[in-house]
């Protein structure tokens, strides 16, 4: 697949975080979707398809931990997660839910 070919969804609560990923995704061709909170996230998986999600864990409504596990009940889309979260207990949280890689900002 090429890059125009592929699905990104952005998944942030901060809009000036989703503002440059998609800027920087949609430059190298990714189709991007966003979401500002996990309720859209999860709607937006189903109704987009995303081919890999960028996932921040400080969400208003459901925790991003929280999202990564109701997402791997039903989908395997690969899921990184992008946070301010530091603490090392917070990564092993993250990856031990499904996420497969963890970036902390800023990136």
């Not at 090429?2 to 975080?17: C, K």
């Not at 966003?34 to 208003?60: C, F, K, M, Q, Y």
């Amino acid at each position: 697949m090429t890059p125009s070919n592929q699905r990104v969804l952005v998944v942030d609560d901060e809009a000036p975080i989703r503002r440059y990923l998609r800027a920087a995704l949609g430059s190298q061709e990714f189709a991007v979707y966003e979401a500002a909170t996990g309720l859209e996230a999860i709607n937006a998986v189903l109704s987009h398809r995303p081919d890999i999600i960028i996932l921040d864990l400080g969400l208003p409504d459901i925790d991003g931990i929280e999202i990564t596990r109701r997402l791997r009940e039903w989908s395997q889309t690969p899921i990184i997660v992008l946070s301010v979260r530091e603490a090392e207990q917070d990564k092993i949280a993250a990856l031990d839910a499904g996420a497969d890689d963890y970036l902390t900002k800023p990136f």
